[in-house]
Structures are given as structure tokens and as C-alpha cells.
């Protein structure tokens, strides 16, 4: 509800406040500290209502204006055509891994899956396993690539993905938290095939083609708000295919009227992302916010880039500009470069285990200081250490 | 993590902070400003970890510590056997009405209703849809007993509830929230027949013997936090009954290694709702919030016994102590009674559309001033209308 004018998002302040650190977390991750200071004063008091965010009803006159500013700076910040709702649900990415395959690969067709790291094979598993409901109600879901092979250090080439003869549509994960890897182009998929993509981890990180896609979904909790609420773009025609004999609250087409609200939304949680959405729009919107990621990225690529010491795990093709994944020389080097970062003010830097070592998260609440401060930091420990 | 000592809720201040009002909403509702003033720092940096608790990773160690305090505070509210798991997820209590018959409801099975009001009637009619999945995948809902005949305004005896012959469970909802009445009993039930509870809007607000059921849930937004978490208690055994076809995240056992963290759980939710139940517990627990919520209602329910120009919906056996539902002598009065009372800092007081007139939520957080301002006012508006 309040309006604040910044600079752009590249120029912001080179430090965080005294008491804050820089956060690389790979999610729930950074938000921006602007938002933070609106949070603080609206959980008290929000419009001059006399009442919290928290404690407003769903259905008054408040929330009506959260949910509406949400959805139409939502839609303003990605361009968004009249055509898709924009769905404010619950769950998480997760739950979208069953609800997808549960609305659109109904009995009797197939669906096909891209794997190229962990949360995409989680996708394809939640698909595969519907097929153990008595009865046959869905379909079959099939793999039509997987980088598994070479512990999903990179994107295919048009020429590795099989896809199956008529799908009902094709699922793919742009960006690969575990991993540092991220699509740079859209998978070349069958003309007419609807395209289903989880964006969680780079969603509004740069400009992206709505239109290209039937439906689009993202866990909040990266780059666009707190966990807790799961953003779903849906083209309106699509939307209206899904099944009809699942539980109301699981078909997309339920929450579409009245901004999501069958049932209690986690208010607080789209409140929030509303005030992103705000901030994304007043740093420039998506372009400037790529322009900045990528600046970002940059001054940490270019130190993996220039020796020996740091072993990137993505392939130079496929890096991600969320997520920064590189080994060290030894394990034990690799938790004293954690620790001694996290003692600079460097949060949240430790590796999954799946691919050891170092994963710097780099959402677009994260100022471009802290990653100038990681580079310099990643040459002193050389240094030190090399 | 902060901590704070407090008189009981009873003795609390009189007045709400001077920009702030009564809020009597029917949920999301009002929260103890004690926790709303912790959330304002700690959504800023909690713990001293230079990071809000919105930023937070839910597998890093400050999530560990909320939500292993949500749990042990939770257990010792409700004094939780150590044979019950406390869950947190999300959906509200509506995707519970979903969630338990696909459960507990498999083919062959015939789960029973006890239907007193709007939200219990959902629960039963979810159950019943599932009779649309193919395959014939689920059992059969059947309808116990319904109050519809009076418009929901009184709690069946013993002699009006018909169960099947053996159900799989039998469900009912403890407070109406819509028409203003609540149980004071535990429905009769046939013996080793397992108890499934909506306990949405009265949860918390007296002492409740959790050993009577095999599972209670609740939309977190009335008594015990800010929407966006459902809180769930349910026996081991009960839990290890449930279906193993359905997608994983729609089995209670999933959620309940780790607290509740199979997927990205909605951190900032879980986090308000153990800050609530630390200040029940330093309220002087169940036991005082009982008297507390006793001694509110009785101030306005006086009121409405003394005269006959207000119409209770509830019959007097059947009094809710969460929400008070009475109509005026006209639709224009009671719109002006909602007008004036919202002029005086008494919020939210429309009734819903089924009953008309007012409606009164009291929850736990709502201090005893406003139920006397409420009472003060509803005698004046008496006297210049009456």
C-alpha cells in the first residue's frame, strides 16, 4: 500500500545495514531491504486501517486491494497477455509436481518430462507415480531427457531431446538450483505441444515470453517473495482443459475469479510478493533486473574463470545466473571457505550435497555489493590458500 | 526467539495501542499485539543472524529452531500425547476436507458427517466428490446428521446422530463460525470409531482433550496465527492408516520426519503461529484462555439476554464463545449498527450473508475491552433505536 521512489536496482547501496548480512542462500532467499522496512510498518497497521496485514479478512476491503495491486503489477512486470490468469496458490513448486500431471495427463495420454537436475526429476516422479491409482485415472509420463549422465552439468541440444509422438504437453525446469545451471533458450519442442515449466528459481530474474508458455509455476521463495505462496501463470484455454474429477481445490480453473480466493489465501505471503512485484517495477523491471543479474554474475564467473584453483561443476554453456556451483580443491577447504566467508558477512554460501563444495545464490534482492564482496573475497582466499 | 513476560491475558491492557482498533473479523483475525511488535523486528534480522526470518533457508539452523519450538509449544498448550504428531502444511483447513477422505476414505469404506454449519457441510460435500474420480478410487461419504433444518443454529443430541454401521471415521466441526454455535460435548460416537475434528475457529481457546481423536486440523488465521498454515495433530497409528497411491505430498506420514519439512513449508506462518503459542502459554495457557474467552462472551451475551430488541441465531444451548451471531429489528439498523460501531474502533462486525445482521468474533487475541466497548455500544445503539 505504500509507494516509495529508488534508484534502480544496479545502483543500489553498496552495503547492506549494519546489522544485516550479505545472504546467499539458495532459497528461501533475499528479499529487498526496502520491502522489508513497508513489511515491518504494515504488519502493525496497514492503510492506516488500524489493523495488521495479518489480521485482515480475506474477503475485505484490504485484501481486495493486495490481491488486485498483486496481480496487476504481477502482470505489468512480465508482460503478462490478457489471455493467462495469474493463480496465487499454496503447496509450493512441490505441489505442482502432482497437480500438473492430476489436471492435464488424464488417462490415456502421455506426458513428457525434461530432466536436467533435481527438482525436474522430483517432477517427473510425481507424474510417474500417479500411475499407482487404482483404476488407471491418469496417464504415463515419459522421460524424454535426462543429463543425469554427467551429474546435470549441462542443458542438451535440441538433437538429445526424444520426445514422444503426441503429448498432452512437455514440462521443464528453466534454472537448476543444485546445479548452477539454466536455459538460455526455450526447449525446441512439437509444434502445437503445450509447454509447462517450473520457474521457481528464475522467474523475473529476466524477460520472459509468456506467450510461449501453457503454464508457468514458481515457488515465491526466490525471487519474488517469502515461502508460502506459489505463483501460477495459465493460459485461459489450457486452464480449461483440466480434469474436472479431481478435488475442487486441486483444478486451476477454481481459482481463477476473484484473485485466488476459494478458500483462505496465505494473504500475508501474496502481500508480500505484491510489494517485490512493486519493487521489481520501480528498479526498472525485468530488463534493467537482467542487466543487473547479469553484471552480478559476471564478477563471480569471472574469478572461476581466470584459474585453476576454483572447478566450476556447470558447463560454460549452461551457467546459471541465479546459482553459482564450484568446487575446491579439497573438502576441508571448501567448509573453511564457507566458514571464513560467513565470519565476512558472506551468508548462506555452502554447496548441496549432490554437487559439494560452493553455491553462491544470487536472487535479485542480492546487491550487486555482495557479490563484488564475494570475488574479492574468492581471490584473497586464493591467495591464502592456493 | 525473543522472549517476554507477561500478566495473563485476562488482566491485559484495556485499550488497543492509540492507531490501532477492535478487530472482531471471523479470520484471518486479530493477533496479540505483543507478537505483532516480535515479528516487526525479527521479519528485520532474528536472533542476532543478520538475516529476517522471511530470508531465513528452511533447512538452516534458525528454521530448525522455530519449528522445533512451534512443535514443543504446541505440544504443551494442548498437552499433546507423545503418540501424536503435530504437522504443519498448507491449504487451510478446506484442503483437509480433501485431504482426510483420500486417506482414510479407500474403496469400500463409508466415512460419516455430522453437518452443523457451512464449513462442515464443505467437508462432507469434498468426501462425497470423490465419488466423481474414476476407477473408483474412494469410499462412500455419508451425512450423520444436519442441522440445515433450522438454518444451523443449535448442536444435535445424542439421539439425532445416525451413523453408518461401521464407518472408517466420523467427522464433525466443533465451532460454527458462520451461525455462532459450538460444541461443548464430544459427539457420541460408536465405540473405536476414529474422531477426525475441524477445529478452525475454535482451536486453543479452551482446554480440548487431544486422546479423544485420531485427527484434528485448522486453518491457522482465527486463534493461532496469520493464514497460510494448517495445523494438524494426529495419532501414529491413525497417520500409518492413511493411503499410499495418493501423491506424496498428500500423505500425513510425509510431513511428519523433520517437522513438517518435505518440501519448502511456509516458514513465516509456522513461525507467527509459535509465537502465538508462546504468548498462550505465558497467558497462563488453556485453562486461562477458557476463562478469559468465558468472561468475553458474557459481557455481550447479557447483553442480548436482557432485552428483546436484539435476535440471537444461536439457541442458548448451542452458544458459541468464539463467534456471536444476532440480528436487529431491520437490515437498515444493523447496517447502521456496523457503520457507527466501525466510527468507534469496533471492526468487522457484519454478519455473514446466511444469517444476516451481526456477527462478533471474540478469539483468544481480542482483549476483554473490546468485548466491554461492544457491550457499551450495543446498549447505547439500543437506547437511540430501541
Not at 554474475?297 to 545466473?321: C, G, I, M, N, Q
Request: glycine share 8%; net charge positive; proline share 6%.
Amino acid at each position: 500500500m505504500t509507494t516509495m521512489k529508488t534508484a534502480p536496482a544496479g545502483s543500489s547501496k553498496s552495503a547492506p545495514a549494519t546489522d544485516r548480512v550479505f545472504n546467499f542462500s539458495a532459497g528461501p532467499g533475499v528479499l529487498p531491504e526496502e520491502v522489508l522496512r513497508i513489511v515491518q510498518q504494515d504488519v502493525w497497521n496497514i492503510g492506516g486501517s488500524g489493523i495488521g496485514i495479518l489480521e485482515h479478512s480475506h474477503r475485505g476491503k484490504v485484501a481486495d486491494q493486495v490481491f488486485a495491486e498483486c496481480d496487476a503489477d504481477c502482470r505489468k512486470v512480465g508482460n503478462i497477455p490478457a489471455n493467462y490468469k495469474v493463480l496465487f496458490q499454496t503447496g509450493g513448486a512441490s505441489a505442482q509436481n502432482h497437480l500438473v500431471p492430476m489436471n492435464f495427463m488424464p488417462a490415456g495420454t502421455t506426458a513428457d518430462y525434461i530432466v536436467t537436475g533435481h527438482w525436474a526429476q522430483k517432477s517427473f516422479d510425481a507424474a510417474a507415480a500417479l500411475a499407482k491409482f487404482p483404476g488407471g485415472a491418469f496417464g504415463t509420463a515419459n522421460l524424454a531427457f535426462s543429463s543425469k549422465d554427467k551429474n546435470h552439468s549441462y542443458i542438451p541440444s535440441k538433437d538429445q531431446l526424444k520426445f514422444s509422438s503426441r503429448p498432452a504437453y512437455v514440462h521443464y525446469c528453466t534454472n537448476n538450483t543444485l546445479y548452477g545451471t539454466e536455459w538460455h533458450r526455450l526447449p525446441e519442442t512439437p509444434a502445437g505441444v503445450p509447454l509447462v515449466c517450473d520457474m521457481s528459481s528464475d522467474i523475473y530474474s529476466r524477460p520472459v515470453d509468456i506467450s510461449r508458455y501453457a503454464l508457468i509455476y514458481a515457488g515465491a521463495q526466490k525471487n519474488v517473495g517469502p515461502a508460502g505462496a506459489t505463483l501460477v501463470i495459465i493460459r485461459d484455454d489450457f486452464m480449461e482443459q483440466g480434469g474436472r474429477f479431481i478435488p475442487d481445490l486441486m483444478q486451476y480453473r477454481v481459482f481463477a475469479p476473484e484473485f485466488s480466493r476459494p478458500n483462505t489465501p496465505p494473504v500475508f505471503a501474496v502481500y508480500v510478493m505484491g510489494q517485490v512485484f512493486k519493487w521489481i517495477l520501480r528498479s526498472g523491471g525485468l530488463a534493467a533486473m537482467h542487466k543487473h543479474n547479469e553484471a552480478k554474475a559476471k564478477l563471480v564467473y569471472d574469478v572461476l574463470d581466470s584459474t585453476k584453483f576454483y572447478e566450476p561443476h556447470a558447463r560454460a554453456d549452461s551457467r546459471s545466473l541465479m546459482n553459482i556451483t564450484f568446487r575446491l580443491p579439497s573438502d576441508d577447504l571448501a567448509d573453511r571457505f564457507v566458514k571464513e566467508a560467513k565470519a565476512q558477512g558472506l551468508d548462506g554460501l555452502k554447496g548441496h550435497r549432490s554437487v559439494g563444495g560452493i553455491r553462491a545464490s544470487m536472487y535479485n534482492a542480492l546487491p550487486r555489493a555482495g557479490c563484488e564482496a564475494l570475488a574479492q573475497f574468492m581471490r584473497e582466499f586464493e591467495r591464502k590458500n592456493g
